[in-house]
């Protein structure tokens, strides 16, 4: 036990070290020589770590145990869950670092080793690890074997094509599968940006990829012809759009139901507190205040009145006898919880509505005893030595989950505070907010 305090407690202090660091030297090559140093610290970091991760989730493993009568997820699952919270990560972060670390550590003994050297950065070490995840552990040794001499100097591009050289000459048939399988795994996916758009990203066959790019060039050349004011790039995204939703982004307003929880002051245009969009994000009271106008004009607007307590902007309590979460105690949960897994450091979108006390322990269906998670996160609450509790700051205050894991590390999940608080808008008084309430319903 002294020996893993001392070990802790140097690197502590290597840390704190670094991080009062004051840069010296008589001019810029003793600068770019330290610049040069710090690089190869944080690859021996990088490397430690993926030893330290390895070896904790080999030892995780011996751990595992079972409840009787109790699911109990992958335990690959707890492990990542636990590693993520350690290097300020999300959760499937996590366990594509432990993965990742048990390949570098196993099969890649050569890229590791240049990791250590500061030959390679933490990032390519990674990706030479996903890239061989396809092949058996004797083809990967094969690969690291082969690349080892080309590692020193290779930026990202030629590092990924010397990786996919190596893996098409190693494993020819492994990769034919590979190029099939993907061919068959072709799907659709979106992220949120920080500016009120978003991306839709497809994985196409690169012919189809072709076609459809094909269509949108045809379809911008001939807005050109028509003397359209829109740009090129605007054209093809509401191409795009009204191929596949029917409506048309630049003249009609669509009628599919969403979601925009927005204070009253704003959307009267009296603050400045942006929207919400559940599971998307904010947007600017103005932007908020036209969606709601131009759906209005078309008569596809509908506004649902829900109650906020002032002083945290925590939505009120809603209960169910249901054991399930469903109907409007589901979406009460999405819009307190803005739509995103509670975990801390996770960001994917809510998907199940979960007991933070079990229902099997008596827990109740009430919003105070729910809360929106991921499907991965909440299956890694199942596992054994996983609890959480709901904490009680008030009627008013904002929802609060804590939690400790299996090997005690604590988690601490607090609802996001809603639109409609003092911040950039005036101080009405409860009689104004409900007349200006009254006013809006009837507008």
Known sequence: MANRSNSVGELHAVADLLATLVPSG???????????ALERVKSAAAAAQVVVTAAF?????TEAETVPGRRTPPRAMSIGAEVALATLASPYSGEQRVLLSRRLRDDLPLALAALR????TEDRAFA????VAHLDPEQRRRVDHD???QLPGLGDLRLRQAVRRSCLTVAADAETRRYRRAR???RVGSRQLDDGTGQLVATLPLEDLAAVRAALDAAAAKARADADERTAGQVRADTLVARITGTDPATDVASVRVNLVIGVESLLGAGTEPGLLPGVGPLPAALCTDLVRSASAAAKATLRRLFVAPGERALVAMESTSRTFDGLLAEFLDLRDGGTCRTPGCNAAIRHHDHVARAADGGRTTSDNGQGLCERCNYVKETPGWTSWVVHPGHAGL???HGV????RIIRSTSPPLPGGAAGAPAYSPAELQLASTLTLVA
């Open 147 to 149: 690349l080892g001499p």
């Open 26 to 36: 008589d001019g810029g090559v003793d600068l770019l020589d330290q610049l040069d």
């Open 117 to 120: 050297r500061g030959e390679l």
């Open 184 to 186: 068959a795994d072709r």
């Open 128 to 131: 030479i690890a996903r890239e």
């Open 399 to 401: 929802h609060e989950v």
């Open 57 to 61: 989730a080999d030892a995780a493993d």
């Open 405 to 408: 894991t299996e090997h005690l």
